[in-house]
């Protein structure tokens, strides 16, 4: 079984884990995404995504459970909610605004994010953020409403993609992308891709910045 470390950040020390030589056949994973169709799926991911079978999680289903219990504190199993392949491919100058600004996947603290990736270079990895003016680094659906609120009176956010702190965000922590290399945290966490500003935003496996992407649902 791969080892795994624990990240913690912000005020709230919310735990990132990190996992070296995630998968036993990574270069398989890379083999089946460059067949794959690939599709823009929805206004809010900035690139083409593609289904991915979930079964290739079977190898490494002890290490998963294992976190799932120890650190994210779920006693109840979970179940998979979405397996996809997915590929940053939409320059600077033509995201919407929303995708300028750090996320989060859903306000549900119970929804934990499984970041693979597959590309064979550092690809910038992925950022996690405070928002200055109200403090937030989690999103919650009591809190939601005002933090929405609050993001519209400061106005539209800057072009490009989100590179460290700046006047509204604060960034808390940082995991570089390593081939191999895998990422769980909770999707209410506030974060954004790293994408480096000499990127090629290539829409070919070989060459993007490939990831799977997996969402799982703690059960009640």
Known sequence: MSKYSVETFGHGGH?????DDFHPDMPRL??????????????YYPGLQAPADPRHLAP????LTDIF????????????????????TTPDEDLTPIQRLPHVD??????IALLHYLSDEETGGTAFYRHRSSGAEVLQ????????RVLESEGEPKPGYMRGSDDRFEMIGHVAARPNRAL???SQLLHSGMIPKEFPFSDAPKQARLTINTFFQAKP
Do not use: W
Request: aromatic share 10%.
């Open 184 to 186: 769980l945290y909770r």
């Open 15 to 19: 735990p990132v884990v990190v996992i």
């Open 60 to 63: 490494v289903g002890a290490i």
């Open 106 to 111: 859903t306000t549900d603290p119970g929804r």
């Open 141 to 148: 659906d009591n809190d939601f409403a005002h933090y929405k």
């Open 30 to 43: 890379r083999r089946i995404a460059e067949p794959a169709s690939f599709i823009k799926l929805g206004p």
């Open 69 to 88: 219990k120890s650190v994210f504190h779920v006693k109840t199993g979970v179940k998979l909610v979405q397996c996809s392949y997915s590929m940053v």
